[in-house]
């Protein structure tokens, strides 16, 4: 693909849009199927992310056995009832919340991070934050290729990694980080669901950003 150096406004537009209109999706139409050809953009997407050094540390792993998918989700669902139980008194409306759609979406991807590579540039001091950040990265890229396709993508961190590590045969020093739900939906939620759901608002830019020093920390919301 050619590639023009400079975009049109119409086109910086766009990418602003997708950007604000990503959500972290639960919900997806059972019984579809994604088009090779859709399903390649994504994939090429997330390779294309930027990585430290280029080391590019990412592995995804496309889950096709039925049997393996429903493993997998079995470790979510065990994991999210562990999660419910240090709530304390928020279980119950924790319980209530949909945190993955492992058994309806049409694609399910699992980030694996690879074993160390060795390599130093970028990343001497800060080794293993960098690959995960390099990971996450290819995550992000994925999950705006995915809205950009009018496909919904949700990121289930509820899983214990040695778990998924043992179910997907990885080598010991590899890390799972993600279980990626990737599909159809009916509808893109107008606002993250954890604020429809009112489990948690996001915090406003000048909350965050701060000059010359560290700033004031906002305050969590308890029970999160």
């Not at 899983?159 to 893109?188: Q, R, Y």
Request: net charge negative; aromatic share 6%.
């Amino acid at each position: 693909m050619s590639i023009d150096p400079f975009f049109t406004q119409e086109e910086r537009d766009a990418v602003y849009k997708v950007i604000q209109a990503r959500r972290d999706i639960r919900h997806f139409i059972p019984n579809r199927t994604i088009e090779p050809k859709t399903l390649a953009h994504i994939l090429r997407a997330a390779h294309q992310a930027p990585s430290v050094g280029l080391m590019q540390p990412w592995r995804l792993i496309h889950i096709h056995d039925p049997e393996l998918r429903r493993q997998l989700q079995a470790e979510a669902e065990r994991e999210r009832l562990a999660t419910a139980d240090v709530l304390n008194t928020r279980r119950d409306a924790f319980l209530k919340l949909k945190v993955e759609g492992i058994g309806e979406c049409a694609e399910l991807l699992i980030m694996v991070m690879a074993p160390d590579d060795g390599t130093v540039l970028g990343r001497r001091t800060l080794p293993r934050e960098m690959a995960i950040s390099s990971c996450a990265c290819a995550i992000q890229n994925l999950w705006l290729a995915a809205r950009a396709e009018n496909l919904g993508l949700g990121w289930v961190s509820f899983f214990d990694p040695h778990v998924v590590s043992k179910l997907l045969k990885c080598p010991n020093t590899a890390e799972p980080l993600a279980i990626l739900c990737l599909g159809p939906v009916v509808e893109f939620p107008p606002a993250p669901l954890m604020t429809i759901e009112g489990w948690r608002e996001g915090k406003l830019l000048d909350a965050i950003l701060y000059h010359d020093h560290y700033g004031k920390e906002p305050v969590p919301p308890e029970g999160c």
